[in-house]
């Protein structure tokens, strides 16, 4: 089984200052997914970036970019340029890379979120 | 192009009563997801659908919970009676098959009293 751990519950940024989100996991799998998504109050999980196991390039959108460490298992998001907009919880999720009609395989396993607050 | 649609947003109902939430995916999105997302937590997969076939349910309470996706389109998630423990929000998502991107809705907070 994977699990994902964010081990800051909370955080907060100044408005144009730069701020860094932790996530690790832990699994056996080789091949898979990792994401960031945002839940603002209004509780829309959006889609903030994506990081395929096997490129060994970060993903970047934008002001977002990730530091992924596959060996130890370590996929941080780094928010440049904060806006008050970017004020939300932050869920980092995996996915394992199997084919479409596995079974649960293709179920996100999510952290338990850090709050991030950017303060004006 | 519409999102995923879940409706109520908001439900308050007093524990041993039935309670159903509905979910109209992102229109070609074949495989629909349930989620639930207690307080304070990520989401936890309760069922997936490929069309209109569970094909997990492992991590659904079904003495309690069932669901449907009668035409492999929009679905219904139920709970009857439901419990203290059940307050929460559930969330559905929608993707278009072999794509890992997963598409949110709102989502339904439920509070039972």
């Known amino acids: 089984a994977q699990t994902v751990t964010q081990s800051q519950p909370e955080m907060s940024v100044q408005e144009a200052e730069t701020v860094t989100l932790s996530c690790t996991y832990d699994?056996?799998?080789?091949?898979?997914?990792l994401f960031w998504y945002k839940q603002p109050p209004s509780r829309q999980m959006i889609l903030v970036i994506r990081q395929e196991a096997y490129k060994q390039q970060n993903a970047t959108e934008n002001r977002f970019s990730v530091n992924f460490q596959k060996a130890a298992k370590s996929f941080s998001l780094k928010i440049s340029d904060s806006q008050l907009g970017d004020t939300a919880m932050y869920f980092c999720?995996?996915?394992?890379?199997?084919?479409?009609?596995?079974?649960?395989?293709?179920?996100?396993?999510f952290g338990s979120g850090t709050q991030l607050t950017v303060l004006p | 192009e519409a999102g995923v649609v879940q409706s109520p947003r908001y439900k308050i109902i007093e524990k041993k009563q039935p309670v159903a939430f509905w979910c109209n995916p992102i229109?070609?999105?074949?495989?629909l997801y349930w989620y639930r997302q207690n307080l304070g937590q990520g989401p936890e997969l309760l069922i997936r659908?490929?069309?209109?076939?569970?094909?997990?349910d492992s991590q659904l309470p079904k003495d309690r919970f069932s669901a449907e996706r009668l035409k492999g389109v929009d679905s219904t998630l139920k709970i009857q009676p439901a419990e203290l423990g059940d307050s929460a929000v559930y969330l559905c998502?929608?993707?278009?098959?072999?794509?890992?991107?997963?598409?949110f809705g709102p989502g339904t907070r439920l509070t039972v009293l």
């Open positions: 659908y490929e069309n209109e076939e569970a094909v997990d």
């Open positions: 999720a995996f996915m394992k890379h199997v084919m479409p009609r596995a079974g649960s395989a293709r179920q996100l396993t």
């Open positions: 229109s070609g999105h074949n495989t």
């Open positions: 699994t056996s799998e080789n091949n898979y997914y």
């Open positions: 998502a929608s993707s278009f098959r072999g794509y890992n991107e997963q598409f």
